[in-house]
């Protein structure tokens, strides 16, 4: 059973940093593309940055210039280092492969920059 567990949110000021992480079990990263996505209140779920099992990775405008994503395919894990922070990345985040699977969703983690 494929399980993805995001960490590492919470609660920072504008212009500060959070890195994000997110843990999975099974196969999916040796056989998946992987991406971040995220959902603010009343608005839909979109993808923010994404990166291919060769490490090529792709951003949405809106965080280009201050987020990362990496991946360490030993370990499992995908992380997003997000830099800069502003109020509209007010949202929680989640992981999920490219393209999103709905039985992969975890629970996300909260990310939330007050101004």
């Known amino acids: 059973q494929v399980q993805l567990v995001e960490s590492g949110g919470g609660l920072v000021q504008a212009g500060g940093s959070l890195r994000l992480s997110c843990a999975a079990s099974?196969?999916?990263?040796?056989?998946?593309?992987m991406g971040w996505y995220r959902q603010a209140p009343g608005k839909q779920r979109e993808l923010v940055a994404s990166?291919?099992?060769?490490?090529?990775?792709n951003y949405a405008d809106s965080v280009k210039g201050r987020f990362t994503i990496s991946r360490d395919n030993a370990k499992n894990t995908v992380y997003l280092q997000m830099n800069s922070l502003n109020p509209e990345d007010t949202a929680v985040y989640y992981c999920n492969s490219i393209p999103r699977v709905p039985r992969y969703w975890g629970q996300g983690t909260q990310v939330t920059v007050s101004s």
């Open positions: 099974g196969s999916i990263f040796s056989r998946n593309d």
């Open positions: 990166i291919t099992r060769g490490g090529n990775t």
